[in-house]
T-cell receptor, first 113, second 116 residues
Framework: QKEVEQDPGPLSVPEGAIVSLNCTYS??????FMWYRQYSRKGPELLMY????GNKEDGRFTAQVDKSSKYISLFIRDSQPSDSATYLC?????????????FGTGTRLTIIP | DAGVTQSPTHLIKTRGQHVTLRCSPI?????VSWYQQVLGQGPQFIFQ???????GRGNFPDRFSARQFPNYSSELNVNALLLGDSALYLC???????????????FGSGTRLTVV
């Protein structure tokens, strides 16, 4: 069993829709949670970072963490064609910045104009 | 400000050959990590260096090695290349602070290695 599970998709939604992306994890040591966006032929770009259960909002993006269920989500409101990319969840055990990241497989998202 | 720079961007090698990939971190960042991303998969951790010392190693064979230089740039070396080593190799830099919330990892665009 992988430490981090993520539905690879692909996921296609119409422009303006709310997108929900999810990951589950099995390692209770994970305390820091991130969402990265990766465009084709580019490196991952950090979108959201959180370390506590609950919601964190940044513009059109909301990250949600439920440590009791070992489940994290990323919501994208008012989705735009420029949001089309692969979204990777990532986790680390401690001291973010000096700790390895464990990634999910990534979900490929397409926003249809 | 320059981001994380990696060279070369693309590389084609033959099975059994050796390859060296290079990474320059963001100015002021002292930690460099290497990840391997096979097509259709998430990045897998290979190595982390902080202040020129190895701080972590992933589940990769000894054919993979790395080092960090006094200017915090880094090299990833892979010996005896196999077809399965074909992947995007990503370098990530960070301040390396142990106090957390220090801005996170910044990834380069990667080196795409094809082994034929």
């Amino acid at each position: 069993q992988k430490e981090v599970e993520q539905d690879p998709g692909p996921l296609s939604v119409p422009e303006g829709a709310i997108v929900s992306l999810n990951c589950t994890y099995s390692n209770s040591a994970f305390q820091y949670f991130m969402w990265y966006r990766q465009y084709s032929r580019k490196g991952p770009e950090l979108l959201m970072y959180t370390y506590s259960s609950g919601n964190k909002e940044d513009g059109r993006f909301t990250a949600q963490v439920d440590k009791s269920s070992k489940y994290i989500s990323l919501f994208i409101r008012d989705s735009q064609p420029s949001d089309s990319a692969t979204y990777l969840c990532a986790m680390s055990a401690s001291n973010f910045g000096n700790e390895k990241l464990t990634f999910g497989t990534g979900t490929r998202l397409t926003i249809i104009p | 400000d320059a981001g994380v720079t990696q060279s070369p961007t693309h590389l084609i090698k033959t099975r059994g050959q050796h390859v060296t990939l290079r990474c320059s971190p963001i100015s002021g960042h002292k930690s460099v990590s290497w990840y391997q991303q096979v097509l259709g998969q998430g990045p897998q951790f290979i190595f982390q260096y902080y202040e020129k010392e190895e701080r972590g190693r992933g589940n990769f064979p000894d054919r993979f090695s790395a080092r960090q230089f006094p200017n915090y740039s880094s090299e990833l070396n892979v010996n005896a290349l196999l077809l399965g080593d074909s992947a995007l190799y990503l370098c990530a830099s960070s301040l390396g602070s142990r106090t957390g919330l220090d801005g996170g990892y910044t990834f380069g665009s990667g080196t795409r290695l094809t082994v034929v």
